[in-house]
């Protein structure tokens, strides 16, 4: 079983989304990397935080505190905050955590590190162990953390098993001395396709520089494609780990939508309602009064009072009618409904002398809202985290809370295009007429768009660019300084003309950080980051396998960019939701090479008291749109084995939600 480990960035500017992490991200490439085959470490938990003291020991404490099954990590690596600057204070908030110190180790980080470059001297690198836990503190710089940790990286082991080796280590060594690591051999540095070490050394799962050249001809295009194909899990991890929450905005009302998140508690600024408030039509008494005859004082309606009220209270005898929502005058406790009476006496147009009927009579606070009753000044209206939805709730409380504008998650503008010279764009009027022979009609477009909408995203239209490098080039640079983010479709995988992978890394400096994914469909999955913090999908262009891929990777990235960690959770669990249902159907073959997503739709049968799952067609090939008609969800099926070559009707299944259930 792989060792569980921490990575805690600490970064003013990256916790506050001004600057991208990219040192976290590049030690759990390296400490994730198999080594013969074997996953020697296991990021479990990973987070970044500002340069304060207490919220990185904090941080450490939670992490390495002692339960029933042991520490939540067994090693946590510190990047960031080694400098000598004033606000440089990882080494002082860990130092006092350490119950042993490891100076041989940290000595060993900047001996190796030193070799490299003599800036190395100005880092103030640790190690100790924080009960059964050891903690490494590294530089923050991308290149300076994964040097340092690859100085120790092969004792490592041998040190965590020491850690929590409550009974001694004489189990942990051989005969003659020697420590038993089992993988303790140096890792070896990551080639790209022309055997040329990645320029980190870091064990990356894709390198660089692997897409067929732009101006080679399509005799010199590789055969296979070159991208190493990587899990699922281990993708959607990649991408989360390389974008970031963008800061909260201030938002007027108005200009709040559906899907943002609520940034921080909105509190009360006053009591709802300010006054004693009538519940119904009636008339305002004194309850001790009881039923009988009574002279009508006046009249109060919502926003006015009563006219006479300069009279002074209330007195025995007499009511006030009024409306619902209206004040209560004073010296009123109750209110009786206008049915529960009878007009005994009018004067012009007015009622003189009413009759409270027995029905009618009342307690002292019946049919009133007492001040506050609906909302107390200083109460939380609503809490940070909040999803704003469509069902209205969320900006009716933000309306009357008190406040003119509110902190919300800014949601990333996305640029969406499609890729083809047999692409028809669908959104063009001027090209509905008859489809040539071998044209095709754009799908993936629209289909994206509104997917993107239904999260709440701001897009911008790209339409369908044809198979020209300069033009994709061109439109995805100008993509580039007005959104976050772009999502394309078609020209990932191994044809003459599919440029997107060689434009991304040859045209706009992009680094892909995959290019190939172990799933069906959606196997040609690229993802890749440019500066600035800003990023690329490219999806292919099967219909099936890009409304897929949207829903397992990019919609979960679009998620975090937009806040929605800030409600807390596990990371996947709150960004790509699934749930376990019943498969109800004919058996599903499971596919012996890749795990496999079906389209399905998820509804909760009342009479069974459980969710069920269903294909939404027997007809699930990737360029098949028609299957993901009525989809809300993914059954998400793993490889198949001489063990497991099916699911049957009545298996549970697990079920990636991609919009609400239905309810039979």
Known sequence: MATPVGILTVSDKCSQGQALDTSGPALRQLLEATVNGRQQWAVVTSLVVPDDRTLISQTIGNWS???????????????????????????????????????????????????????????????????????????????????????ILGVLPHAVDTAMAHSGTRHLHTGSGTPIVGTAEPRPLAMCGCNRPDEDGVATHV??????????????????????????????????SHVAELPAVELPLQDIREGQIIAADVVAREDVPGYPAAVMDGYAVIAADGPGTFTVRGATTAGRTAADSSDGPLRPGEVVRVATGAPIPPGADAVVMVEDTQLLES?????????????GRVVPGQHIRAVGHDMRKGSVVVSAGSPITAVGGEIGALAISGHAKFLV?????????????????????ASQSRLEYGAIRDCNRPALLAALASLGCPTLDLGVVKDDPDSLADIMTRALSTCQGIISTGGVSMGEK??????????????????????????????ATM??????????????????????????????????????????????????????????ILDRVRPEYLRAAVVWDQRKSKWLVRVTDQHQQSSRVASMLHANALISLPRGSEQKPRVRSGESVTAIMIAAPHIH
């Open 531 to 588: 500066s600035e913090g800003k990023f690329v999908f490219a999806l292919p262009g099967n219909p099936v396998s890009a409304l897929v891929a949207f829903h397992m990777f990019a919609a979960p990235a679009i998620r975090k960019l937009a806040g929605h960690l800030t409600r807390g959770g596990e990371e996947i669990s709150v960004l790509r939701p699934s749930i376990t249902a019943v498969f109800e159907g004919q058996d599903l």
């Open 347 to 359: 004067r012009g147009n007015e009622e003189a002398v009413v009759k409270i009927l027995e029905s």
């Open 498 to 527: 599919d440029w997107l992978k060689p434009v991304v890394e040859q045209r706009l400096s992009g680094k892909i950080i995959f290019g190939r994914v172990a799933m069906k469909p959606s196997k040609p999955t690229t993802f």
């Open 409 to 429: 998650h800014a949601m990333p503008r996305i640029a969406v295009l499609s890729t083809g010279d047999e692409v028809v764009d669908t959104l063009n009027p």
């Open 65 to 151: 505190a002692t339960t029933t099954s042991g520490p939540l990590c067994r090693l946590v690596i510190v990047t960031g905050g080694t400098g000598i600057s004033p606000s440089d204070v990882t080494v002082e908030a860990i130092e006092p955590l350490f119950t042993k110190r490891l100076p041989s180790l940290a000595t060993a980080m900047v001996v190796g590190s030193l070799k490299i470059t003599p800036m190395a001297a100005l880092s103030q690198v640790a190690a100790g162990v924080v009960g059964e836990t050891i903690v490494v503190a590294v530089p923050g710089s991308k290149k300076g953390s994964v040097e340092n940790l690859q100085q």
């Open 207 to 240: 390198a660089e520089g692997l897409s067929n050249d732009l101006d080679g001809s399509v005799a010199r295009r590789a055969r296979k494609s070159p991208y190493p194909m990587i899990p699922v899990n281990e993708a959607l991890k990649l991408v989360l």
